[in-house]
């Protein structure tokens, strides 16, 4: 069996398991500077899980993301707050 994965959005060394098992034969080849392949053989017919951990993955957002995402927050709780001191001290 053989997987291609951009170097950008997965980085090795790889670790690959097939239903949880270490496969008979894997090996990971860089095709390019920014591509590899990973080729495995497998006991076993039927349906299977494969599983490829990296060392490097893409996070699923970035940091001043992140930062925009609690300063919005931030606000919306500061808004809250001045809102239900108004409401009570009247």
């Known amino acids: 069996m053989q997987y291609y994965s951009a170097n950008s959005l997965l980085g090795g060394p790889y670790v690959l398991t097939v239903g949880g098992n270490p496969p008979w034969e894997s090996a990971a080849t860089v095709v390019n500077a920014t591509h590899t392949a990973?080729?495995?053989?497998?006991?076993?017919?039927?349906?299977?899980?494969?599983?490829?951990?990296?060392?490097?993955?893409?996070?699923?957002?970035?940091?001043?993301?992140?930062?925009?995402?609690?300063?919005?927050?931030?606000?919306?709780?500061?808004?809250?707050?001045?809102?239900?001191?108004?409401?009570?001290?009247?």
Not at 69 to 84: C, Q
Request: no cysteine; net charge positive.
């Open 38 to 90: 990973l080729y495995f053989a497998y006991n076993g017919t039927g349906k299977y899980s494969v599983e490829i951990v990296g060392a490097t993955a893409v996070p699923e957002f970035s940091f001043p993301m992140a930062m925009l995402v609690y300063a919005i927050l931030a606000l919306i709780v500061v808004g809250f707050k001045r809102k239900a001191i108004r409401f009570f001290s009247t």
